[in-house]
């Protein structure tokens, strides 16, 4: 089972049995087309949103399947278009799709009049056309000197003037002109028929299983396809059959959304799932689960208000989600971002003001005795702590405030300060960092010691218990015993310029 | 090492018959296009009608390659792709409000067919910066990847205006069909008042003018940030000032372009000129000027395609009513054409010149190597003569480059022929003591610089003393002091005899 084209056609033949058995267990015994050909745009009835949210219609139940089963499709190649910057190849081939479906048009009616709407006949059509624009684009960037996006917009125009050139064309045969191939560019969920649904379904779903299958090799070819190369892998067979993917889901996009947007139902949930997970696995997850929750409330909505077309809607679904992904995404979403960006912020702030809290106590020890012992036994006022660091008053009454509420140091009469034992503690702590990380920039980076104090200054607060560790163990030799390195420069105001411009 | 070859063996002098040959011949082949594309023409009932048609194409087309050239430059072509879908919403809440300030009487209804233009454009240049900072803010706050971000913006932009033009479409008056696909044929038929200039053709041509203006006056700007543009912020020049600009622009022409031509012109207008004048010229001002004579030949050809070419295709099909078809989807197909030619054909970087000269290239080495073999010969035995399946076999090449390599030596008087045995010429003995000399030269060179073992120099020489011009030589004599022997016992000739 480990060789490839037997997993697929394992695979494929297990996809279309099950078809057969779901296909049978569905179909609804009334062909009831109501509900999605009436032409208003008012508030629907009450009866209306229910009927169609329960689905009770047939031709909303399939349509709303087969959307459903692209959405999902797309979200999941998407991710690794995305990963492999390739996001706007959809574009270029769902244009370059248009001569394709026209060229199979006018094959199938000179091979039999009237037979040139053969849904499936089309879709071959357009996928070969598809798969061209791919390899024209390639062929540009390998022989000539122009760039990515130069050979995009290239092929993507060249073909879609050359499909609209024949589509005028085939208004002219006698069947063409009520072909409805204009379908195909801007979409028409409403018109499709059972049998459309079932096409777009079953493609679906194969994709689905092809990525399932490969999706080790894809996601080696998505993050490094030279190390996959050089491991053996078949790289191009691999790309060959990612795009042939792409391809696929957009020419099944193509009655639903149309050629024009079916690029955003691979790009948007893809770039969606991104603020939820840093993991590929999850990310082709939850991609699916976007695209196909965005492409089923599209549908609902569309057929709730029918003048309102199924495509732009689903399109404007999938943003929705995007929307409220980048900001409330758990990973990389806007406001996590901001929060942990916040957290940071204060959390160098805490430690700045037990910094020079403590260095400026210390000349005042005595050096004998344990210092966090005495730390607690002065009082500091905000002149005092003022030159030791550029801050402005303000800031430094701030950072004054936030500490003391969180029992760093206690307020006591005329504006002076004192540290409590928790704080002195920590003060303890985030020196010792720092002036271990000085000194190890002395020892083993060959810094000045007058050089060290900004570096250590950045690097302080996000020094880690094994880093320290492993810091003391290095330092150990030549600082047996002591718990606080002396700073290896002077601290006073003249030193601490240094650090003027390391504070933002 | 290709291209220094390839250099040492262009020298100016050899160009000059070459040269006249070349303008005769263009001359011939343009007196001939002129009568084929006269008969064409003729056959296919050209009339004014068509003329002001291409006039019209080729003025939206040169207008839309103005901003192309810089689009492509910067590598933002499908920046111009993403713009040419996004100003659908935007022709479409201009039209809106134009619309709504009429109805509700801010405006006459006088005014309000006056300013239906200036709004659309209004609206375009918005949209055309909306688009990018939007695009601009998704990859920045969200980090998502610049063209995924694009994608999503441009998709949402255009899946807006679609809804809007299916909601509102009775009260803007844009038929979708009309700006996705244009329809050339009608608006020609829109004129100026009492004269036979079309409308469309003025607006576009006005276009043109701007946009030429702009990139006189601009010129150093919009370079310098186009190739650079960390150089450009250095120079005060604000890179993101001539970003969002040249948006506006773009979007600004598109614009006017749409409502005449249709978007697929547009898209394609707009980055196939420039990308063939890339193809074929490294200079700026040449690749303006060639943008934009490519960008009017694809008007005049795809017209005239347009309505020559589906009766010639779909006749022999069975279907003569197809009697034309879609004059802005030729165009871009003629844009493209051009693109395959100069792809294929371009003197510099196209695909057979590349072929052609590197062909050129083996052969010279490939004759280089037939006299060095036959100088070692008669060094060695006093007999220098071979037959050429024993050459080819001894250079270890196919018989080809050796048979045009022999015979290009013989017609320079380099060998002799004796029924299919090769001997060496005095000239061509002198050729071959001065390819000997540089590769035993660079032998010991290689030997006393790179302390490697005699049986790896034989390689590299065999490579580099192609590319040993006299002055080399003689750097390397000096530098040997000129030493008489290779590493290999054998004698170095002399430069000269």
Not at chain 1, 392 to 417: C, M, Q, W
Not at chain 2, 45 to 71: E, I, K, N
Not at chain 2, 116 to 133: C, K, T
């Amino acid at each position: 089972m480990n060789s490839v084209p037997i997993r697929i056609g394992v695979a494929m033949v297990v996809v279309s049995i099950l078809f057969g058995q779901l296909e049978q267990s569905i179909a609804g015994p009334t062909h009831d087309t109501r509900s999605l050909s009436r032409d208003r745009l008012e508030w629907p009835s009450a009866d209306d949103i229910k009927r169609t949210l329960l689905l009770r219609d047939y031709n909303t139940r399939i349509v709303v399947l087969g959307t459903t089963m692209l959405g999902v499709a797309a979200g999941i190649v998407g991710v690794f278009m995305l990963l492999r910057r390739r996001s706007l190849l959809g574009d270029v081939v769902s244009h370059s799709t248009l001569p394709g479906i026209a060229i199979a048009f006018i094959m199938m009616e000179m091979i039999r009049p009237g037979g040139g709407k053969w849904l499936p006949g089309l879709l071959i059509g357009a996928l070969l056309a598809g798969l061209a624009g791919i390899l024209c684009t390639k062929l540009i960037l390998r022989y000539t000197r122009i760039k990515e996006d130069a050979a995009l917009a290239i092929v993507l125009s060249v073909f879609f003037g050359a499909g609209m050139a024949l589509f005028k064309a085939v208004q002219y045969i006698p069947s063409g002109s009520q072909s409805g191939l204009n379908h195909f560019i801007l979409g028409k969920t409403a018109s499709m028929v059972a049998a459309d649904v079932w096409v777009i379904a079953e493609v679906s779903v194969a994709i689905v299983v092809v990525i399932g299958l490969l999706f080790k090799e894809f996601s080696l070819l998505s993050f490094d396809d030279k190390f996959a190369a050089a491991q053996g892998w078949p790289v191009f067979r691999l790309d060959l059959l990612l795009m042939l993917l792409v391809a696929g889901v957009t020419v099944i996009g193509l009655q639903s959304v149309g050629l024009l947007l079916v690029v955003a139902m691979l790009i948007t949930p893809a770039a969606a799932a991104r603020f939820w997970t840093d993991r590929l696995g999850r990310t082709t997850l939850v991609a699916g689960m976007l695209g196909g929750g965005g492409a089923f409330c599209g549908v609902l909505i569309s057929a709730m208000y029918p003048r309102l077309a199924a495509g732009p809607v689903i399109v404007l679904t999938g943003v929705l989600f995007f929307l409220v992904s980048m900001l409330f995404g758990v990973r990389r979403g806007i406001v996590v971002r901001v929060i942990t960006h916040r957290q940071l912020k204060a959390a160098v702030g805490r430690q700045h003001i037990l910094r020079a809290l403590f260095e400026f106590l210390e000349p005042k020890c005595d050096p004998s005795a344990p210092m966090s012992l005495q730390l607690v036994d002065h009082i500091v006022s905000t002149d005092d702590l003022q030159p030791m660091r550029s801050w402005t008053p303000k800031r430094l009454r701030h950072l004054l405030r936030t500490a003391e509420a969180s029992d760093f140091i206690t307020a006591v009469r005329d504006g002076g300060y004192r540290l409590t034992t928790q704080g002195a503690e920590l003060a303890h702590r985030v020196v010792r960092n720092h002036r271990l990380w000085e000194l190890y920039l002395i020892e083993y980076a060959d810094i000045a010691p007058s050089h060290v104090d900004r570096d250590a200054d950045d690097i302080e607060h996000l020094l880690g218990s094994d880093i320290v560790e492993s810091l003391e163990r290095l330092l150990s030799q030549r600082y047996p015993h002591m718990s606080v390195p002396p700073s290896p420069h002077s601290i006073d105001v003249a030193s601490d310029t240094t650090t003027q411009q390391a504070v933002p | 090492m290709n291209r220094s070859a390839t250099m040492l063996n262009d020298q100016p002098s050899r160009f000059g018959l070459g040269r006249a040959l070349v303008v005769g011949f263009s001359l011939v082949l343009l007196i001939v296009v002129y009568q084929l594309m006269r008969k064409i023409m003729i056959g296919a009932r050209w009339d004014s009608y068509d003329t002001w048609t291409v006039v019209t194409a080729a003025l939206a087309a040169m207008a839309c390659a103005l901003p192309g050239v810089f689009l492509v430059l910067r590598r933002q072509s499908m920046m111009g792709d993403a713009l040419a879908h996004t100003t659908l919403p935007g022709i479409v809440v201009a039209f809106l409000i134009a619309h709504w300030l009429e109805q509700s009487g801010w405006i006459s209804s006088a005014t309000y067919d006056s300013w239906r233009h200036a709004a659309m454009f209004i609206g375009a240049l918005l949209i055309g910066v909306l688009s990018a900072v939007l695009t601009e803010w998704v990859q920045k706050l969200g980090r998502v990847e610049a063209s995924a971000a694009l994608g999503v913006v441009f998709t949402t932009l255009f899946a807006i205006g679609l809804l809007l033009i299916r909601l509102k479409a009775d009260q803007v008056h844009i038929d979708p069909d009309c700006v996705l696909y244009g329809i050339i044929e009608t608006t020609v038929m829109d004129t100026v008042p009492n004269t036979n200039i079309p409308r469309a053709a003025v607006v576009n041509g006005l276009v043109l003018l701007a946009n030429s203006l702009l990139v006189v006056v601009f010129f150093k700007e919009l370079r310098i940030s186009a190739f650079d543009s960390a150089i450009s912020t250095t120079m005060g020049i604000n890179a993101n000032v001539m970003h969002y600009a040249l948006m506006a622009v773009t979007a600004a022409t598109l614009v006017s372009a749409f409502e005449s031509v249709g978007s697929i012109l547009v898209i394609a207008m707009l980055i196939a000129p420039a990308a063939t004048a890339h193809l074929l010229t490294d200079r700026l001002d040449y690749l303006i000027g060639i943008s934009l004579a490519v960008a009017a030949c694809s008007a005049f050809l795809g017209h005239l395609m347009a309505i020559t070419l589906p009766s010639v295709i779909f006749t022999p099909l069975g279907y003569p009513e197809v009697v034309d078809t879609n004059t802005a989807g030729m165009m871009a197909v003629a844009a493209g054409c051009l693109f395959v030619t100069a792809a294929l054909f371009g003197p510099r970087y196209g695909v057979v010149s590349k072929l052609l000269d590197q062909a050129r290239l083996t052969r010279s080495i490939v004759a280089e190597d037939v006299l060095g073999l036959l100088y070692r010969l008669e060094e060695e035995s006093g007999v220098g003569s071979l037959a050429i399946n024993q050459l080819t076999a001894m250079i270890g090449t196919t018989t080809w480059p050796t048979y045009l390599a022999l015979r290009g030596l013989a017609a320079s008087g380099d060998v002799t022929v004796r029924g299919s045995v090769y001997e060496l010429t005095d000239s061509g003995r002198e050729k071959a003591k001065h390819l000997v000399r540089a590769h035993r030269l660079w032998e010991s060179y290689m030997a006393k610089h790179f302390d490697l073992p005699a049986d790896h120099l034989h390689e590299s020489a065999a490579l580099v003393e192609h590319f040993l011009g006299a002055d080399l030589r003689e750097e390397l004599a000096a530098e040997l002091d000129d030493t008489a022997e290779d590493p290999h016992g054998r004698e170095i000739p002399p430069e000269k005899a």
